[in-house]
């Protein structure tokens, strides 16, 4: 394999949406998301109005990369080994000697085994490795407090009615029945949630295609929704960018079902045909489907009998893991947390953040001290390496932690956006994260200030 990987090289650039294609304010919708499945929680299942209350100090516990113990009510922080680096029980730390009694001498997490290998989700645990949930990991820290102060105790229970407030804000018939909080609020104003596409990207894409490439976009997301996102960030005629467009294709199932489980289907009118299609043999707009009807499409267009693909996305459950161990694609995961980390932002993406948010709006959180999702937590450390110490008295010394070590491990590159890339060649060659090469090496344009320090300090 070689260390450099080029856009050029491939036949198929595909792409997730949300979080990649479409960047966020971030800050608004995390707050928007939070409130939509608190509001529910209060309404629906009598639960404390408190819950509805936030400091913007709140907003420091929102850390990507949580796993929650739905057993015992506490989120940990993962070391590349399973190690449990920080933890909480609910939104309170423990100390050192706290998560030794909960996890051992090793502070070694039960199911980390699983998690790992899998991805999968689990009735024990909840990972949080994307920004349309991970305002949850603040609301389930809360919920336990609230459990506690109660004095009730805490088990995998309220973890059903988190499920119910998120079902019940995101199923598929939610944006078209006005249902929830989240789809009616961004349907409103969407400009207050959703960031335009630079020009520079949009130049990218056609660039893309004019070079013979096959352009395809994968999302979750329901076509509805789909289609609110692409109108606003790329424009009306957005469509003709893309060859193919799979709405609600329920990742990461789309990559590891076989066909007969996840068929395509049409869409007339954003409703799924019923009868499911036995292939896929042209280019067009389907719902939910699978990789191996995919990829044999993808053959007959390219007329290569392995075409290559490259796909950009924000998730590693949903995006890097499946494409990269089922699909054999190239991926680039987009890591907007490099930003927060000294990787400085392009200034296409820039002035389209300035250019896109109303004047009324800006500063409203600023002034009031709200932390981005994607920047550093006191509370949490860095997203990509932390201290570690074994005991009292024990040395600490530097770990990457799980979500760092997997980017290394199922991505080829990681970017801050896809803005960072958007002005370079297409046959600009990208160093490639390799086994025998230190893992800054895969960063563009440059790695996090985190990873830096931990490879200088070791090579001096």
């Not at 015992?72 to 423990?94: M, Q, S, W, Y």
């Not at 329901?222 to 294709?249: M, P, Q, V």
């Not at 049409?266 to 045909?273: I, Y």
Request: hydrophobic residues 30%; charged residues 25%.
């Amino acid at each position: 394999m070689s260390e450099y990987f080029s856009i050029s090289d491939c036949d198929v650039i595909g792409f997730d949406l949300d979080h990649t294609l479409c960047r966020y304010h971030l800050k608004e919708t995390s707050r928007l998301i939070y409130e939509s499945f608190t509001r529910y929680l209060v309404e629906h299942k009598d639960y404390d109005k408190d819950l509805l209350i936030l400091t913007p100090a709140s907003w420091d516990f929102c850390f990507k990369g949580l796993v929650v113990d739905l057993e015992d009510g506490n989120l940990v922080k993962l070391a590349e080994d399973g190690t449990v680096l920080r933890a909480t029980h609910g939104t309170n730390n423990l100390r050192t000697e706290e998560i030794i009694k909960h996890y051992g001498s090793k502070r070694e997490w039960k199911n980390f085994n699983s998690l790992n290998t899998s991805f999968t989700k689990s009735t024990k645990y909840y990972f949080y490795d994307n920004y349309f949930d991970l305002p949850g990991a603040l609301l389930c820290g809360r919920v336990v407090d609230m459990l506690r102060k109660r004095g009730n105790e805490v088990n995998s229970d309220f973890w059903k009615d988190i499920v119910a407030a998120i079902d019940h804000n995101y199923n598929t018939s939610a944006f078209k029945e006005d249902a929830g909080w989240y789809f009616p609020s961004v349907k409103r104003d969407p400009g207050r949630y959703l960031q335009p596409c630079s020009e520079s990207v949009k130049t990218w894409l056609r660039s893309m295609k004019s070079a013979g490439k096959v352009l395809l976009l994968i999302t979750s997301s329901h076509s509805d929704y789909c289609r609110l996102i692409c109108d606003h960030i790329l424009g009306k005629d957005w469509e003709e960018l893309f060859d193919i467009i799979i709405t609600n294709a329920l990742k990461p199932g789309f990559f590891s079902l076989v066909p007969q489980q996840r068929p395509f289907r049409t869409l007339v009118n954003d409703v799924e045909e019923s009868e499911g299609l036995p292939s896929l043999d042209k280019p067009g707009w389907y719902s939910q489907g699978n990789w191996p009807h995919l990829h044999q499409l993808l053959k007959t267009m390219t007329g290569k009998p392995e075409p290559k693909v490259v796909y950009f996305g924000d998730s590693m459950r949903s995006d890097m893991f499946p494409a990269s161990t089922f699909g054999n694609w190239e991926t680039v995961m987009i890591v907007e947390e490099m930003e927060g980390e000294g990787v400085p932002r392009c200034d296409a993406a820039k002035t389209n953040e300035a250019q896109a948010e109303p004047q009324d709006k800006k500063g409203k959180f600023e002034d009031q001290g709200m932390k981005a999702p994607s920047a550093p937590s006191e509370q949490w450390g860095s997203y990509f390496v932390d201290t570690h110490k074994s005991g009292e008295g024990d040395e600490e010394s530097q770990k990457l932690t799980w979500c760092c070590h997997s980017i290394h491990k199922y991505s080829t590159m990681a970017i801050p956006s896809v803005e960072s890339i958007a002005d370079l060649p297409l046959d600009y060659k990208f160093p490639r994260f390799c086994p025998n090469k230190p893992c800054t090496t895969g960063y563009y344009p440059r790695p996090p200030d985190s990873l830096l320090k931990k490879f200088q300090s070791q090579s001096s």
